[in-house]
């Protein structure tokens, strides 16, 4: 106790950063840096969503990603249903919109969800491949 009274800079310190961990861990599936995420797509034959606007996708996107604005993910949900048991990798900008995209299939019953941590800017400076090909 006398150490948190002396240093209580840290103590909270300590709670706002296993706080906000444990909100990350809530928000969406278990993230995935874009290295792990290539595995994934290599050896499982992950789907990968993207649920930004339609500018940001045509600016740019990952092979053969599936184009699922996050405001039409729910009443879209019906598409990736034979997808369920598949690895499934959900992208966005930075990583807050492809988070809540996450949360909406693990809640539709998807078994394998992960959020690519750092969205699509995280990807392109990993040096990985994209498309700029309208599907």
């Known amino acids: ?4 009274q002396q240093h209580w800079y840290w103590a909270a ?5 296993g ?43 990952i092979l053969n990603a599936r184009h699922i604005p996050l405001a039409d993910l729910e009443k879209r949900i019906g598409e990736l249903e034979k997808f369920k048991d598949k690895p499934v990798i959900v992208n966005c900008q930075s ?23 750092g969205g699509i800017g995280a990807w392109e400076q990993a040096g990985m491949p994209i498309s700029r090909k309208k599907k």
């Open 19 to 61: 706080t906000l961990l444990v909100i990350t861990s809530l928000r969406g599936g278990r993230g995935v840096s874009p290295a792990e995420a290539t595995a994934l797509i290599n050896r499982d034959d992950a789907l990968v969503i993207d649920v930004r606007e339609a500018g940001e996708f045509a600016s740019g996107h």
């Open 1 to 4: 106790m006398e150490f948190i």
């Open 95 to 117: 990583g807050g919109r492809s988070a809540s995209a996450c949360t909406v299939l693990k809640k539709a019953g998807f078994a394998s969800v992960h959020n690519l941590e």
């Open 13 to 17: 310190l300590a709670a706002v950063s």
